[in-house]
Structure formats: structure tokens, C-alpha cells
């Protein structure tokens, strides 16, 4: 079974800075995805970013990026040039390669990210 | 909006009684999850479809929860015997089979009194 630990309940950041969510993961698997979704007030889930495991390429999506660390099973998510609009949960979340499986989810518990004015 | 619907989007009901929820997928998409999500935790996993087929159900899928997708478009979600512990988000989400990117709706907040 997989575990995803996100370790900061709750971060806040000034507007047009740099902030970096942190998420540790446990799995026995050695091919896998993982992910950071966005969850705003409004409560539907957006996928901010993907990662493959096979990929050492750390992925980026305009302002967001991670830092994939996949020895020390680390997968963390910067935001920079944060905006207003970023305010919202931010979930970490794990998915194994299963060829044909089911491909769900596993998330962390989530950061609740505040950006100040 | 072609986009994951939910629907209620809220459901307050007494202890006991049955609920059902309904999600529309984004209509291409093959898979159809259902998620459960409790105050200040991440979503978890309940079970999903490969169109009509419902292929894993999740520990957390007591005997009391069934859920269909009869025709591999719309899928229900029904509680039965309803109790306090299953006040929660009811998320449901699609994705193209093997595609790693999953749309979610915007949830069916279930209390129950």
C-alpha cells in the first residue's frame, strides 16, 4: 500500500513570491505518477502537475514546478510569482503504473495554501 | 460545460434514510471513480468503472454503499441506512482509459443529522 505524507497543514505566502509545498510518499512500487492537484474554494479538483518516475527531468508548468527526489521519495511543488487566484488546498497524490489497473489515486492529507495581498 | 457534473451538489438527511448521488463523466471518457473526502483529509478512493464494468471497490465500501453505471455513461452512488460517519464529499472523477489525468466534479456534500 502506498502513503502520501504532506507535512505543512497550512503555509501562507505574499503575492509575487516563491513558496514550496513539501510531500514525502512511501511505495514498494518502482513505476508510478505523481501529481499535485489544486482544490479552490469552489471545491473542484484541478490538476496542477505531473511527474513520471522513469522521468529524472524535474517537471514545469508555467509558474509551477517540483522538485522530484525519487531516492529520498520526495516529490515537492514551488509556486512562483504567486498570485491571489493560488489560494486554495494543495494536494500531493500518488498513482502506480498498473498497466491495465485501475490507476486511482492515493492523497495526501493536504496544504492549505493562503496567498496575501 | 462539458465538464464532470454532479448532482445534488448538497444533501442534508436524517439518520436512516437512503441517498443517492449522481455523477456525469466528461462523455469520452471510459473510467469513472468515486472518491470520499471527510473534513481536513485528502480524497479516498471508494471504487471505479471501465465503462458499464465495475472493476474495484475499496475496503471503505461497506455493504450499505452500491454504485452503478448501467450504461457506461452516468453513474449513481447510493448509501443505504444512512449514519454520521458518512457525512462527507462525495467526489467523482473520469479519465480516458490509461490516461493518468483524472477530471473531477465539483462533489456532493452529504450531512447526515
Known sequence: AQTVTQSQPEMSVQEAETVTLSCTYDTSENNYYLFWYKQPPSRQMILVIRQEAYKQQNATENRFSVNFQKAAKSFSLKISDSQLGDTAMYFCAFMPYSGAGSYQLTFGKGTKLSVIP | ?113
Not at chain 2, 37 to 53: C, I, S
Request: glycine share 8%; hydrophobic share 25%.
Open chain 2, 1 to 113: 460545460d462539458t465538464g464532470v457534473s454532479q448532482n445534488p451538489r448538497h444533501k442534508i438527511t436524517k439518520r436512516g434514510q437512503n441517498v443517492t448521488f449522481r455523477c456525469d463523466p466528461i462523455s469520452e471518457h471510459n473510467r469513472l471513480y468515486w472518491y470520499r473526502q471527510t473534513l481536513g483529509q485528502g480524497p479516498e478512493f471508494l471504487t471505479y468503472f471501465q465503462n458499464e464494468a465495475q472493476l474495484e471497490k475499496s475496503r471503505l465500501l461497506s455493504d450499505r454503499f452500491s454504485a452503478e453505471r448501467p450504461k457506461g455513461s452516468f453513474s449513481t452512488l447510493e448509501i443505504q441506512r444512512t449514519e454520521q460517519g458518512d457525512s462527507a464529499m462525495y467526489l467523482c472523477a473520469s479519465s480516458f482509459t490509461g490516461g493518468t489525468e483524472a477530471f473531477f466534479g465539483q462533489g456532493t456534500r452529504l450531512t447526515v443529522v
